[in-house]
């Protein structure tokens, strides 16, 4: 699994082409990612030979935690909605940060990016 892959692509191409190693660009950057990562993870995982019903017990596992975490942030979502937020961020982490601002009604109010300078 690749993250963050812009630095990394190239040398993954050349692993897969010369040694078969399969990769997939994922991310671990909120529940819905990281759901999705799970399942390219299992698909590989079947295409190197894991046994066929690993997506199944992927999926309810995926099914399973989704529900808790969604369960153990909900209580939050009445304090939050309509706070307004900050995001001082760049990359990947911004478009996961406007996703989450508004799942939780949130109002972004400001975005600063960070390129990683620092004064």
Known sequence: MMVCSKSMINLATKMQQRWGIAYFEGSFYGIGDMSDSLRQIAKLLIQQ???ADLLDRTERLIEFEEALAYQRIAEFKQRLS???VLLYTGGV????GVKTAKRWA???SLWVPDHGQRH
Do not use: D, E, T, Y
């Open 49 to 51: 030979g894991a046994p």
């Open 82 to 84: 309509g706070k307004h």
């Open 106 to 108: 949130l109002r972004l």
């Open 93 to 96: 982490s911004l478009p996961l």
